[in-house]
């Protein structure tokens, strides 16, 4: 059976919230095209992480582009400096609007060195929110998740990325840190009375905005909802007053 075409139904760019990027974790590029036409103008930026990359998005990525959306290319880099820098190059030449590295800061220096001259938005990777305190002290570090949140966003700040990727649980401590220039994207955002999954530190769309998060980043709350427009209607509705 040939793929659905990708086209874009109702399209009204004034529509869509860029702030919501909604995550394509999907097992193929059939399924990620059908939810971007069932979304519509209702979501104009998109996440496209491992699971979909592997599985044949990275077309997907310019049929996006072309016509209109934002894309988050959430790869979350992490190597020897050349492999990161000729990495870097590589995606910037794509076209994607956010690319993720490692919090670390000889990777980070060799990716802002690399996009230098690109529009593309580099983001600092702190801690994953589907990690607690416990899972930090399983890895070997030293104190708690905040704080260590907190180091590696100061690192990236002074690394001169574009943001950093942390829970909204952070994001007031981290805005803070960082200014009002710097992107805040947090994962683990669930509406009120949503399951959590595999996620430990969670926060709903108007608190993480409260909070000093710049963009949200909310996957199975939207793509696996009965109806996934109203459910991202519904998520833009709650961050109009933001």
């Not at 990525?61 to 590589?90: N, P, Y």
């Not at 104190?143 to 949140?149: C, I």
């Amino acid at each position: 059976m040939a793929a659905e075409p990708l086209y874009v139904r109702d399209c009204d760019p004034a529509a869509a919230d860029d702030r919501l990027i909604v995550a394509l974790d999907v097992a193929s590029v059939e399924d990620a095209v059908y939810l971007v036409n069932h979304l519509g103008d209702s979501v104009s930026f998109y996440k496209i992480g491992h699971q979909l990359a592997f599985s044949g998005g990275m077309g997907l990525i310019h049929e996006l582009k072309a016509r209109g959306k934002r894309v988050f290319f959430d790869m979350k880099l992490l190597d020897i400096d050349t492999t990161v820098s000729r990495g870097v190059e590589a995606i910037a030449r794509i076209g994607v609007d956010m690319l993720t590295i490692h919090a670390y800061p000889k990777a980070m220096a060799a990716a802002v060195a690399a996009a230098r001259g690109s529009s593309l938005c580099l983001l600092g990777v702190t801690v994953l929110t589907s990690m607690d305190d416990a899972d930090i002290a399983d890895a070997g570090y030293t104190g708690d998740a905040k704080s260590l949140v907190r180091h590696r966003a100061a690192q990236a700040r002074d690394a001169g990325m574009g943001g950093i990727v942390c829970s909204a649980e952070e994001a007031f401590a981290v805005r803070a840190m960082v200014g009002p220039s710097m992107a805040i994207v947090t994962p683990g955002i669930r509406p009120e009375g949503g399951d959590r999954g595999d996620q430990k530190r969670v926060m709903t769309p108007s608190s993480a905005l409260a909070a000093g998060a710049s963009h949200l980043v909310v996957g199975r709350p939207v793509t696996g909802a009965v109806d996934p427009r109203q459910a991202a209607r519904a998520i833009t509705a709650e961050m109009a007053g933001f």
